[in-house]
């Protein structure tokens, strides 16, 4: 006897709909019929209501995507910006682990799992890291980054930007914004939409920690600075900004200098004429990852989603003690200024490396280690030393040892020598196969923030139910978004141990191209 579709019972068809990846395809499911229409609501209603439950309780479950090389892949990097519309994941900018920017734009189609690279129009924003790209409107606001300087003049500066560039999706159309004031250049801030105002906070402002706040009319794009109370955060940079309503906004985390990474929590409220800050109470601390700042964290409904190292996993001479040592050297541009070059004596070692893809070409670019030679009170550069092995520290101590003060040709033959170091270097290198040692890898953290507009401004971290499940590895810079029912992990760089023979353990840093998506567990209707 043959059966169709239409004989199924209902809750048969809607356990088959289930399985339909929760975008395009299942919103099309919806005009076959008014019993598939019918069916395909209590679907979505049904998914919904189980991801936050399981947020709730802890249960998320790490689904890592395989790549398809014949498939148009994006280029690895860290610092980017993303964002969600509709059916789609958009990525902009960030760099590579040679600090070389982007300021290309991708899109994932979230029900195919494929990239696609725009080809855009209008005027395209710098190349950068580090900016903040929101949603408004069917647009994407993009504000603020940092990029590395070309290789040249020998002493280079770091660039801030304070640029605004709108991006509309219907006309696949960038649009430079210019305005009378504008707040000074800024990285790694932090920044969210509230009603027809996009509100920035903290960041790194030409070499000073920021905490002030900075709302931009996203109907007019006129910029004010907004006056808060005297209690407020301390400057940082690093921090998620959750948005809490047309009215409240949520600061978590950040950095507040050099291995000073902060684990609290501020609430802001948006009203009166001087804002008000007030210090969240944070309980179950037993159960809060070890630190939060470039760890981007992810609101779903009352509850924000926070990735880092699990506690257990720390463990002395592990990889989390060398991470920490440099992950506050990658979030911010050192201090300059108009008339001197960057703080502290450098020395720069020149060598080439291949990339896979840059701003979608390939090619060759110059990588430039740099260790400043004496302690700075401003927050490190970014990735600027990540690659620094101890064999660059045998040509840097051989440039150090040479006279800075000589002619030009006496500088060429000292950069010609330094090449050729680096030559042997890589050569002999590529005699031995690198081992790499087992690092840590991320795990999810989940805060209840229900209670914290009431009255005791409190939040509680929920203990973990899958929290000895294997993550992706541990890596700081990526993004984390929040699609139907699922979260989505893209990019970020680690600190990498390798073991060389007849060589001490080298540190080198990864970046990643990688996808996964946080699911809950599967359920039947």
């Known amino acids: 006897m043959e059966c169709k579709i239409d004989d199924l019972p209902d809750v048969l068809l809607e356990y088959i709909l289930s399985l339909i990846p929760p975008y395009k395809d299942l ?21 919904k209501a189980h991801f936050h439950k399981s947020v709730a309780y802890g249960s998320l479950l790490w689904n890592p995507w395989p790549s398809t090389h014949w498939m148009p892949i994006i280029a690895k990097r860290h610092s980017h910006s993303a964002c969600i519309y509709e059916n789609s994941m958009y990525v902009f900018g960030g760099c590579t682990a040679t600090c070389t920017a982007f300021n290309d734009l991708w899109r994932l189609d979230l029900d195919t799992r494929a990239w696609v690279r725009l080809i855009t129009m209008g005027s395209y924003p710098s190349p950068k890291a580090s900016a903040t790209m929101l949603y408004y409107k069917k647009s994407f ?68 920690r920021s905490n002030d706040i900075w709302c931009l009319n996203l109907d007019s794009y006129s910029w004010h600075k907004q006056a808060t109370s005297n209690l407020k955060p301390q400057p940082r940079y690093g921090q998620s900004q959750i948005e809490l309503g047309d009215k409240h906004l949520l600061v978590l985390g950040g950095c507040t200098g050099p291995n000073v990474a902060m684990n609290d929590a ?85 060598q080439f490396v291949r990339d896979e893809n840059i701003n979608g070409r390939h090619g060759t670019f110059s990588k430039i280690s740099v260790q400043n030679s004496s302690p700075s009170s401003y927050p490190p550069i970014f990735t600027k030393n990540l690659t620094l092995s101890n064999d660059n520290v045998l040509s840097m101590a051989a440039f150090r040892n040479e006279k800075r003060n000589g002619t030009n040709s006496h500088r060429q033959r000292q950069l010609e020598y330094l090449r050729r170091m680096e030559e042997s270097i890589r050569k002999r290198r590529a005699q031995t196969k690198p081992a790499k040692k087992t690092g840590n890898t991320l795990s999810i953290f989940v805060l209840d923030i229900t209670n914290v507009l009431c009255d005791e401004c409190s939040a509680s971290w929920i203990p973990l139910k899958h929290n000895d499940q294997s993550g992706p590895d541990e890596r700081i810079l990526y993004s984390l978004v929040a699609g139907r029912g699922e979260l989505i992990v893209f990019g970020g760089i680690r600190k990498e141990q390798t073991s060389i023979q007849n060589h001490p353990d080298m540190d080198e840093s990864e970046v990643y191209n990688d996808l996964h998506f946080i699911n809950p567990p599967r359920y039947v209707i």
């Not at 159309?173 to 800024?186: G, R, S, V």
């Not at 920044?191 to 402002?205: D, P």
């Not at 008000?276 to 700042?293: C, Q």
């Open 266 to 350: 501020w609430l802001l409220t948006m009203e009166g004429a001087a804002w008000t800050w007030r210090k969240v109470n944070m309980h179950n601390t037993e159960w809060a990852p070890t630190r939060i700042w470039c760890h981007q964290a992810c609101k779903v409904g009352n509850y924000v989603i926070v990735l880092s190292i699990n506690k257990c996993q720390n463990k002395p001479n592990d990889m989390s003690i060398s991470l920490k040592k440099v992950t506050c050297q990658r979030t911010a541009p050192p201090r300059t200024s108009d008339s001197s070059p960057l703080h502290g004596r450098q020395a720069n070692v020149f």
């Open 141 to 208: 606001i993009l504000f603020g980054g940092w990029s590395h300087p070309s290789p040249h003049p020998l002493h280079p500066r770091w660039k801030l930007f304070n640029e605004l560039h709108v991006y509309s999706i219907e006309s696949n159309k960038w649009i430079a914004i210019n305005t009378l004031e504008t707040p000074p250049p800024t990285s790694a801030h932090s920044a969210s939409i509230h009603k027809n105002y996009m509100i920035v906070f903290g960041g790194i402002c030409n070499g000073y």
């Open 27 to 47: 919103q099309e499911c919806k005009l076959v019929s008014k019993r598939w229409f019918r069916a395909t609501k209590n679907v979505i209603q049904h998914n």
